[in-house]
């Protein structure tokens, strides 16, 4: 059974959440309870911990629209909290459940002490405005049947169960859809196998029938923003349950794991940019490619020797430090291996090392560019993040 926790208070640095962790009380949020109004005075913030919240926009028609939804992954009310504007979204709770709760004084003087948390809540906000655009145009693209497949796996991920307590209005509502609709489509998918469906209840039975239901604007993507936002929250258990929700009853394979943290790394990526994982044998002396880079790439550099005398993935997982590389060319460690840097068609190359907390060296993470080019803070933060979340993923392995 997965913790209950928060995972944006757990991303925190302890003392930043210690120092919030005081301003906090628990509160009970009821289904269907309205937390604040748009246009509103924001008073208090709220962090969901199974609770399920809809941020949604008013229409002119008088209805509204969901924009996004969130919970054990984020904070209801921090953007107004911090920039002392109204909201523009409507925040109401579409599943009841735990939170903590903020006044928003208390949680300005925990930002103004702690630049960290302004950090995370900026990285949230950016990772709700990319939902809200992509939720935009899944409702004008896609069948009702495939939208409300996803809406039911995100809340799911959120709540942190498949028994769902939802009402068809609310759906209908949230989905900019008739309520005689949403129950035609929630028979549909029941006749499917993948849901459970009564009054008032949904329960996902076969959540990888249910995915593949579901439109493309879903995938698994929960891993990546566990790289991207909460590098540290979630031990071996925990991902093993999230993984298994999002890919199915089994556990994915190797591959097909790392290769979300690819897509991951090359979206977040500015410029034309190329993202791999290596491991390391079991004596821990040689690097084997396992996702990211051409087959023929892959061959040539297979097997590549864990050495200080090394370069790029082979010096990283050796000195235990990340390599940066802005220009090979300028490089003369890398005058032997030039040709196969042009033919792969790359100038700068990054290398990351994948360690346990132990130290023990699992592989390395790569970035190669078509330019060169220096690595920035933000740059080096989320390749740390996916080498953490890697770790996570080739430990279970």
Known sequence: ??????????????????????????????????????????????????????????????????????????????A????????????????????????????????????????????????????ARQAAACNVTHHLESRLARWLLRAAALHGSDDLELAEDRIAEMLGALCTSVTIVSRTLQQAGAIKYTRGRIKI?????????????????????????????????????????????????????????????????????????YIADDMGTKLHHVVGMPQSYARRVDGFAISPE???????????????????VQEPRWKPWLSLAREAGYRACWSFPIETPARKILGTFAMYYEEPREATPSDLDLAIALSRAAADIISRH
């Open 205 to 277: 039975t076969d959540a990888l029938a249910l995915r593949d239901l579901a439109c493309k604007c879903y995938a698994p993507v929960e891993p990546c923003y566990d790289a991207i936002l909460y590098p540290k929250v979630i031990d071996l258990r925990t991902r093993d349950a999230k993984l298994g929700r999002l890919f199915g009853r089994s556990t994915p394979s190797l591959v097909s794991s790392l290769d979300v943290l690819v897509r991951a790394a090359i979206e977040h990526s500015e410029g034309e940019a190329r993202a791999a994982f």
């Open 310 to 328: 090394s370069l790029a993935c082979g010096l990283a997982a050796a000195t235990h430090l990340p390599v940066i590389t802005p220009d090979v």
């Open 80 to 131: 107004a909290a911090l920039n002392g504007r109204v909201p523009s979204k409507r925040a109401i709770v579409q599943i009841g459940g735990q939170s903590l709760a903020c006044d928003v004084e208390d949680f300005r003087a925990v930002v103004h002490e702690h630049t960290a948390v302004r950090s995370l809540i900026d990285s949230h906000q950016q990772a709700l405005f990319a939902q």
């Open 1 to 78: 059974m997965e913790p209950k926790i928060n995972l944006l208070l757990d991303a925190l640095p302890e003392l930043a959440r210690r120092a919030l962790a005081s301003r906090l009380a628990p509160a009970e949020l009821r289904q269907h309870q309205l937390l604040f109004e748009a246009g509103e005075v924001v008073t208090k913030l709220y962090f969901p911990i199974d609770a399920v919240v809809s941020l949604a926009m008013p229409l002119a028609c008088g209805g509204k629209m969901e924009a996004v939804i969130t919970g054990r992954d984020g904070v209801v009310g921090a």
